[in-house]
């Protein structure tokens, strides 16, 4: 059968609509013909009014009745974070979340090269005159600039869904971004899925890794001295020149080396380093540098995507590779250390270490300290978590050391075997007390020579696990050591010190010990 004209035509229009095929145009058209006069004068009237009476606000480009939409006028919101959306849609399901009081920009579309869209078919130009407007500042701040950094941080595809990435006014021209702000994007990024591509994560990263070489004096068995030459990689922690990497990759260098993305090379200088957590911090002479982005280990999980940046083999600087996070809170043993680190299938070679682990996001997860080797293993790298890296960095650039990390002033060594036990005077094997620095320790009665069998109530069987278990507690706890002292069993209980405070009394002590000497 064929349809009235006055049906057919209606049919035609609904049709027109987005994903509205035949058969829904048709049920939709049924449907108005038995609407009642006054719903259909309300119906028609209500799609009248939306084509008359919508229109994009002057400021942001969201829709609204008035010149100026509710969220440009509200003076309740942050107008110092703009949050970039693809179009008006967007804005609703942000909004209905309730956790982001910034203000918005509608770009009315993304930057999609494959669809013929590039910076000039989408709204950057008044993203650009709003900044300089409200800041009354002019930042030089390129049309096509924009548009790589929108490549880069925003969802480049509109099959993806609502993209959005936050901008500090603020910061916007300068050389980083604020914390609160990276926040925000991640936020929004995670609640509407906006993931990056390995493309994307890399060249959001690629200038904030960086190669490092280094030269250190070894001496051979006859005495002569000799140069031998090592290689790594670092991440960028401040702009200012502020490099973090691993504390074995410089670890005794006489000079250290430093080759940016650009290829420009600087001397530098060892701000600080930790050997426990295997973290380092030095320096560079220049400003203008782009510092990576930091996560969080809440934002970290098992089988999500894992981007590893840095210069295997010491020759390939920029490399990246991808995988997946494998593992979480993984306990490794390292050059006799026992460390908690993130499982990556990513892979690792030898020059990486000190390198960036990107998550989805392109925000530093991990920093690179080392891969399982061996014939038949491929697969296995490891990073220290950001959240350690992070913590470590600020008070190695602050004091020079980690601060507040427990110890209990004892210098142990694992007895492995009879024969080894039996060389320092014992017999059995584990965990032995080479000596006693700390002033708590001392106090509370330990002595070289015990052989620690519990700590609290945990069974002792090797240095690791002591260590450990002391890294659980804080400065200032009481711990109970159970020790074995000739055929006698003691418990002694000792109040944790701060490790670094131990250790410059150490080292003022040996130094008062060699002026006598002298």
């Known amino acids: 059968m064929n349809y009235p004209d006055s049906l057919k035509v209606l049919i035609d229009s609904f049709k027109k609509l987005p994903s509205i095929g035949e058969k829904t145009a048709e049920r939709l058209s049924f449907a108005v013909m038995n609407m009642s006069e006054e719903d259909i004068n309300s ?11 919508i229109k994009k606000c002057s400021i942001c480009g969201n829709i609204t009745e008035n010149e100026i939409c509710d969220i440009c006028s509200d003076s309740s919101r942050d107008s110092d974070i703009i949050c970039v959306v693809e179009d008006s849609k967007n804005i609703i399901s942000l909004e209905k979340m309730g956790s982001y009081r910034g203000k918005y920009h509608v770009l009315n579309g993304l930057i999609s090269p494959m669809d013929g869209k ?16 409200e800041k009354n500042t002019t930042p030089y701040v390129t049309k096509k600039f924009f ?26 021209g300068g050389t980083s971004v604020d914390k609160s702000v990276h926040t925000t994007y991640y936020n929004l990024a995670k609640a509407t899925g906006s993931e ?20 250190s004096v070894a001496t051979d068995t006859w005495l002569r001295q000799y140069v031998t030459q090592g290689a790594g990689s670092g991440v960028i922690y401040s702009e200012d020149g502020y490099i973090i990497t691993n504390n074995h990759v410089i670890d005794g260098a006489s000079s250290i080396q430093v080759t940016l993305y650009n290829g420009k090379s600087y001397p530098a ?19 203008g540098l782009t510092p990576v982005s930091m996560g969080s280990m809440d934002q970290v999980s098992v089988g999500s995507l894992a981007v590893a940046i840095g210069n295997p083999l010491g020759t390939l600087s920029g490399t990246a590779t991808d995988g997946i996070i494998s593992a979480l809170e993984r306990e490794i ?27 989805q996001y392109g925000d530093l997860i991990g920093l690179v300290v080392a891969k399982s080797s061996g014939s038949d293993v491929e697969g296995l790298g490891f990073a220290i978590p950001v959240d350690k890296v992070e913590s470590v960095a600020k008070s190695l650039i602050k004091n020079g050391y980690v601060e507040g990390r427990p ?35 001392k106090k509370a009665g330990l002595q070289q020579g015990d052989m620690v069998y519990y700590i609290d109530d945990v069974k002792v069987t090797d240095s690791a696990t002591l ?52």
């Open 269 to 287: 200088t060892l701000v600080a380093t930790d050997a426990q957590t295997d973290v380092a911090v030095i320096k560079i002479d220049e400003t």
């Open 333 to 359: 043993t390292i050059d006799g250390k026992s460390m908690t680190l993130i499982q990556t299938s990513a892979s690792i070679n030898p020059g990486n270490s000190g390198g960036g682990l990107f998550d």
């Open 118 to 133: 590039g910076p000039d078919d989408i709204m950057l130009d008044s993203l650009l005159q709003r900044i300089k407007k």
């Open 43 to 53: 119906f028609s009237k209500a799609i009248v009014d939306v084509k008359l009476k």
């Open 196 to 215: 990056l591509s390995i493309e994307e994560i890399v060249a959001k990263n690629e200038n904030s890794v960086v190669a490092i070489e280094t030269e």
């Open 407 to 441: 110890a209990a002033g004892i210098q142990i060594q694992d007895l492995t075997d009879s024969s080894t036990a039996m060389q320092y005077g014992v017999s059995i094997t584990g965990v032995y007390i080479m000596g006693v620095t700390g002033d708590n320790a």
């Open 467 to 518: 260590i450990k278990e002391i890294q659980k507690h804080k400065v200032g706890d009481t711990v109970t050591f159970t020790i074995v002292r000739g055929g006698d069993i003691l418990k002694v209980d000792v109040q944790l010190e701060d490790s670094a405070k131990i250790q410059q009394k150490q080292n003022t002590k040996d130094s008062t010990k060699a002026s006598d000497k002298n």
């Open 147 to 172: 548009a790589l950094m929108l490549v880069v941080c925003m969802v480049i595809s509109a099959a993806i869904g609502a993209g959005a990435y936050a901008l500090a006014i603020s910061n916007f």
